[in-house]
């Protein structure tokens, strides 16, 4: 950076000479390193499209196995509910039935 303050510092003459150079280079240049950064830009969007299109893939092969997973939980969860429900009222009926029978047996 310092080169090019120098370059502008000294001489006007060198400071025309730039600019006009840069005038009649610029069209040539300008479309040349346009067909070099157009395809290279081309080529990182369409590198960032296909990732972004993967990772949308990936997350959602994710959502569903989770989902899965939790509509199992919840189905075990409702088992053990059930089962546990089954067992208070089989251990209610037993206790009951040991309380009715052994009041009966006390009274023959």
Known sequence: MAFVED???????IGLAVGVGALV????????????????AKAVIKTGLYAYDRGAEALAQVNEQTGDIVAEVRSE??????????????ATRERRHATTGSAVEQRA
């Open 7 to 13: 370059l502008f510092k000294g001489n006007i003459v």
């Open 77 to 90: 969860m409702q088992q053990r509910a059930d089962t546990g429900e089954e067992a208070r009222r089989s």
């Open 25 to 40: 280079l610029g069209p040539i240049i300008v479309p040349a390193v346009t067909a070099i950064l157009r395809p290279a």
